[in-house]
């Protein structure tokens, strides 16, 4: 069983930086495309970021300039390094793994909140 494992939240003010760690032991994450993905309250989840084992990353509109995904393949971990924090960006950030087909997999999650 695949289990991601998201780390790294917190609380931050506004402008502050964060940075969230994916791992998941005795998978090879450098053959996945990791995602990250977020839920606000009351909001439906949402992507944030994703860094394939081949091709373009992505981010979405709303955070790009600000957050940058990347890819620690001799700690088998993925990062999502994120600056200059809004409020908006409050949210639970979940880190999935897709390996193709069925073979995806999604974390707990991590709770990431901006506030003064």
């Known amino acids: 069983q695949v289990q991601p494992v998201e780390s790294g939240g917190g609380l931050v003010q506004p402008g502050g930086s964060l940075r969230l760690s994916c791992a998941a032991a005795?998978?090879?994450?450098?053959?996945?495309?990791i995602g990250w993905y977020r839920q606000a309250p009351g909001k439906q989840r949402e992507f944030v970021a994703s860094i394939p084992n081949r091709g373009t990353i992505g981010y979405a509109d709303s955070v790009k300039g600000r957050f940058t995904i990347s890819r620690d393949n001799a700690e088998n971990t993925v990062y999502l390094q994120m600056n200059s924090l809004k409020p908006e960006d409050t949210a639970v950030y979940y880190c999935?793994?897709?390996?193709?087909?069925?073979?995806?997999?999604w974390g707990q999650g991590t709770q990431v909140t901006v506030s003064a």
């Open positions: 999935n793994i897709d390996f193709g087909g069925e073979y995806n997999f």
């Open positions: 005795g998978t090879r994450l450098s053959i996945a495309t």
